[in-house]
């Protein structure tokens, strides 16, 4: 009887082995097929961007996104994924990490075994990429609102600022076991503000100091519209963002295939696919109701809309219900162009596509709301109940290290004179200008238009020339037709 009680005993610890193998490569593919579709947001905002910019600045805009992947991923490999694992407790904790989180952060040092492709582990590899592609997203975020000025450069520093260090912060501190967490209660389960919220603020630090596009505003301060080259592009764009929102939330859940209900949040919570599907679904339609209405028919705040919905209502992504969502999505989208709106012709700033109200104020709105909403709800390991105090602690967190991190990099290139091209160059365009093409060999330039705010649209050359002028003494500015 005791040979075969260790024989049932043996195979009982051999099946359960086993059980827990599929479950972490059920895990690991989860995450690997994430990423190809996290991919579509990084292309939505390439297309975004570049159909946003004028003719002159079309490859300009869509290199710095390439640019984007190709120095934050290394950056983030060997500092950024670190800085998430050693700084949970708010300073750094040692290669043992956080007492919640045991070995964590000795395993996210560039050299560690679990930073690489490792028979051993097959989490930590697939994990890293997933916020590697995270970190591209922040990045493309803050080049959206600084295109057709900014030089490629300093925009390189500052995206490797935001995407390897600024947003790594905040994900540290806010997600999993960090300490806004574990002391109050945070929770931002999709990344309202811990992604959306800090890039947005960090751009705004960095517009504000980059100034706006010659000929924005006129002498009485007032806003005019540049066209983009193409408003289709800048649409289709919006869509494979939201296409790749999907990828987005799906790497911010972790399958437990051996436990009910089957997954977790960021927080070590029960929760499922359905539950995320649902809030995004949602909140992509209410926002592009509120943005309809908010904006009277304008077609790129109504497509926006839609994004600032889903950012509205992303931390809540485990716990609200569908109507909720509707309701939430609806007046987070309509407030954010109202915002928008607010930035460009009341503040005077030149946030090209709106950039801090539909990341950065969508984002804060929602983990406020989150607080009134769905106090009590406990978060995290510890269990510790949500409330409108501890996501006013986030959010007083990640503004001053988003727009704090982003103004103060930017006031050193701008005084530094590296932070904007030249103003003929800007005129010029940056393309003719850089690359000696302006890409579109098929056709001639049209002349570029301008809205003025009376709503008229006139040919942009004599007024651009008229602003240098002014600028430069009556000097004559290199404006082409």
């Known amino acids: 009887m005791d040979v075969l009680a260790t024989v049932f005993a043996q195979s009982a610890e051999e099946v359960a082995g086993q059980l827990g193998l599929d479950s972490l490569i059920l895990t690991e593919f989860y995450f690997y097929v ?28 869509v290199l710095k996104n390439f640019l984007t992947i190709a120095v934050v991923t290394p950056t983030f490999y060997y500092f950024g994924w670190w800085i998430y694992g050693c700084f949970q407790n708010g300073g750094y904790s040692g290669a043992s990490g956080p007492d919640n989180f045991p070995d964590f952060c000795g395993a996210t040092y560039p050299w560690s075994p679990g930073s690489g492709g490792n028979l051993g582990d097959h989490l930590l590899g697939v994990f890293l990429v997933a916020f590697i592609v995270f970190s591209w997203v922040t990045g493309s975020i803050m080049s959206g609102a600084v295109i057709e000025r900014i030089r490629l450069s300093s925009y390189l520093v500052l995206t490797v600022c935001l995407g390897s260090i600024a947003w790594v912060f905040a994900a540290s501190w806010g997600w999993s076991v960090g300490w806004l967490t574990e002391n109050y209660g945070y929770h931002d389960a999709a990344a309202s503000m811990v992604v959306h919220g800090v890039a947005g603020f960090f751009a705004l630090g960095v517009v504000m100091n980059l100034g706006p596009r010659i000929g924005k505003y006129d002498s009485e301060g007032r806003a005019r519209e540049f066209r983009g080259h193409n408003i289709h592009l800048t649409l289709i764009g919006l869509m494979l963002i939201y296409a790749g929102f999907y990828g987005f939330y799906m790497a911010c859940i972790t399958p437990l295939s051996t436990t009910f209900p089957g997954y977790v949040t960021i927080y070590f919570t029960p929760v499922t696919l359905s539950a995320f599907c649902l809030t995004l679904t949602f909140g992509f339609a209410a926002g592009f109701v509120g943005g309809y209405f908010a904006s009277k028919a304008d077609p790129y705040w109504t497509m926006a809309g839609a994004l600032a919905g889903a950012v509205t209502v992303s931390c809540g992504a485990d716990i609200y219900h569908p109507s909720f969502t509707w309701l939430l999505a609806l007046t987070g989208s309509m407030v954010t162009v109202w915002v928008g709106n607010w930035i460009e012709k009341k503040m005077r700033v030149d946030d090209a596509v ?41 959010a007083m967190t990640m503004i001053p290290l988003g727009f704090g991190l982003g103004y103060g990099v930017s006031w050193v290139l701008k005084k530094l004179n590296l932070l904007r091209v030249s103003p003929e160059v800007e005129l010029e365009g940056i393309d003719v200008a850089e690359y000696g093409s302006d890409f579109f060999p098929e056709s001639a330039p049209s002349p570029e238009p301008i809205v003025l705010p009376t709503g008229e649209q006139v040919p942009s050359e004599a007024l651009l020339r008229e602003e240098y002028a002014k600028m430069n003494g009556g000097g004559r500015a290199p404006v082409r037709a």
């Open 34 to 61: 994430s990423i190809p579709l996290m991919w579509l947001i990084h292309a939505g905002f390439l297309m975004y961007e570049g159909g946003a910019s004028r003719r002159k600045n079309v490859m300009a805009t």
């Open 354 to 394: 709106g950039a801090f109200a539909v990341h950065g104020f969508a984002g804060l709105f929602g983990i406020l709301m989150l607080g009134v909403f769905a106090g009590g709800y406990p978060t995290g390991v510890a269990n510790v109940p949500t409330s409108f105090g501890g996501q006013l602690m986030g």
